[in-house]
């Protein structure tokens, strides 16, 4: 009571982190333009002539980019709404917030190609964010060690698109080329912060889900 009436910071409980945190999952994932903290990578890269087909081949990837966007910041926010330690939850929440980034950039692409983002967009982020819940609950090393997997998957997939799009689609490719950076820094991060190394049922789990979710999410 005392500490209410000189305006001491209140001490979140896990489960408040929790409720705090799915609401604003929920809220980011019908968000249908997110403001990007830093300049969109394609800014000053012409756009060049597409044809139809490879517009929507275009349209199709920076879909599946914009859905790993939204799992991965969900993944992130989930994990921090558990994370024991302050340090990790900061780590955590830091590159949830950089995701963002990531989201409003290829959403601007998506946008630029006349495509929309995934119709399952609340749906792949509900699901991640359990998925994020659950990993923390089992400690901040497997918090990491999740962090890890998903971005060397996601760091996988970018290299394939950037192989797949279309040659002349320059204002695609230096935006992925920017996200596969930062997701290779986001692991590296997370592996020297302590990160545990994931059982290969587990990373087997994650690559067969991932690969349903990129066929999905290039059509709907």
Request: hydrophobic share 45%; aromatic share 4%.
């Amino acid at each position: 009571m005392n500490a209410m009436r000189h305006g001491s910071p209140r001490t979140y409980s896990r489960i408040d982190r929790l409720l705090m945190a799915a609401e604003r999952a929920l809220a980011s994932s019908l968000v249908a333009q997110p403001v990007a903290r830093t300049e969109n990578p394609a800014t000053n890269v012409p756009e060049a002539e597409l044809d139809a087909h490879a517009r929507m081949h275009a349209a199709g990837l920076m879909r599946i980019n914009h859905v790993g966007e939204v799992c991965a910041q969900a993944l992130y926010v989930g994990q921090a709404a558990v994370a024991r330690d302050p340090a990790t939850r900061a780590q955590l929440l830091a590159a949830a917030a950089e995701e963002t980034d990531h989201l409003a950039w290829c959403g601007e692409r998506l946008r630029e190609l006349d495509a929309r983002p995934s119709l399952l967009n609340p749906l792949w982020y509900a699901g991640s964010y359990a998925i994020g819940a659950i990993a923390g609950l089992r400690g901040d090393g497997w918090n990491l060690g999740f962090v890890v997997e998903t971005e060397r998957q996601v760091e996988a997939h970018l290299e394939e698109h950037l192989h797949s799009l279309p040659a002349a689609d320059a204002r695609s490719r230096a935006i992925v080329q920017v996200m596969k950076a930062d997701e290779a820094r986001h692991a590296d991060n997370a592996q020297a912060a302590g990160a545990r190394a994931l059982p290969a049922p587990v990373r087997h789990a994650m690559r067969a889900a991932s690969a349903l979710m990129k066929a999905v999410a290039y059509r709907f």
